[in-house]
T-cell receptor, first 111, second 115 residues
């Protein structure tokens, strides 16, 4: 299974931007980069995904390195409700939808 | 907004008993999944299901586990003879398709406690 590496934890202050890094040096050309998050006591929740170009949606932005070996999830203004575990997951072309979760990054947001 | 629902939210059972965890996926979704998360550990894939068949299963999904779509709306996970180590949160998810760009929508989970 394709592997991603994320820091175990990060801290942010409320209303400041947060950059959550992910390394995926073994990514192949057809693998999509997905981010999910898991709020306390809830199921995982989709955040964003991309292939090569940077992506924006109402929740976040995804910046993908030119060589695609790393990516960064950007929360433009962290709120207390953004405190969660954030997972960077590679979605393989022939994986049949199976998501392989790593340990993720636990983001804490201070008021 | 449509959502995946799961019942019960918490199930307590004795070791060796059978349990059935229920899920109602989003109505136009065709692919269904079960994941589990042991307390303090990562989310683990158990099984994917499409067209009334298992598409893929993990090593965890052994003979004591089974899945079924008994009608047009429910998707169930049965554990035949529960063990202490089956205690975990079980999450159901669904998606329209199962390609690399498809989003999975997760339910809130069922906490299974095996005594």
């Amino acid at each position: 299974d394709a592997k991603t590496t994320q820091p175990n934890s990060m801290e942010s202050n409320e209303e400041e931007p947060v950059h959550l890094p992910c390394n995926h040096s073994t990514i192949s050309g057809t693998d999509y980069i997905h981010w999910y998050r898991q709020l306390p006591s809830q199921g995982p929740e989709y955040v964003i995904h991309g292939l090569t170009s940077n992506v924006n949606n109402r929740m976040a932005s995804l910046a993908i390195a030119e060589d695609r070996k790393s990516s960064t999830l950007i929360l433009h203004r962290a709120t207390l409700r953004d405190a969660a575990v954030y997972y960077c997951i590679l979605s393989l072309y022939n994986q049949g939808g199976k998501l392989i979760f790593g340990q993720g990054t636990e983001l804490s947001v201070k008021p | 907004e449509p959502e995946v629902t799961q019942t019960p939210s918490h199930q307590v059972t004795q070791m060796g008993q059978e349990v059935i965890l229920r899920c109602v996926p989003i109505s136009n979704h065709l692919y269904f999944y079960w994941y589990r998360q042991i307390l303090g550990q990562k989310v683990e894939f158990l099984v994917s299901f499409y067209n009334n068949e298992i598409s893929e299963k993990s090593e965890i999904f052994d003979d004591q586990f089974s899945v079924e779509r008994p009608d047009g709306s429910n998707f169930t996970l049965k554990i035949r003879s529960t063990k202490l180590e089956d205690s975990a949160m079980y999450f159901c998810a669904s998606s329209v398709e199962a390609g690399p760009t498809d989003t999975q929508y997760f339910g809130p989970g069922t906490r299974l406690t095996v005594l």
